[in-house]
């Protein structure tokens, strides 16, 4: 009877201490590790999916005016061209999502406050949020 006791004692100490461990902040901390990180192509997606949803705002390239569905789409079609070459969602921006490959001239987004930025900005920083959740 006093060895079942142990026995039982001891499963309880153990489970109690895999809990606490489990709780402890090194865990709680690395809850990201845990998550499942986006790949390249991903967040590629997320990014394309980003200039979607920009509703209110105005891309322009070359000097003409578009809906963001319509850049995304522009955006969409020069990634499917040219995936192969692009490593990281990073090259996405910089090769592709940054400026025209015929005139060199940066690509914009007017918000619609009438702030003018380049897509490589916006979508530095939207990479850089994408790459903290």
Known sequence: MKIRVMLGMALVVGLLSAGVAAATPSAVNSGSSLRKALTEKQKVDRLLEFIRSLKDATFIRNG???????????????????????STAEEFIESLASASGLTGEPYRIRFADGTTVTTKEVLMQELKRLEQE
Do not use: F, G, V, Y
Request: aromatic share 4%; proline share 0%; hydrophobic share 25%.
């Open 64 to 86: 003409s005016e578009h809906n963001c569905e319509d850049a995304a789409k522009h955006l969409q079609a020069k990634w499917e061209k040219h995936q192969s070459k692009i």
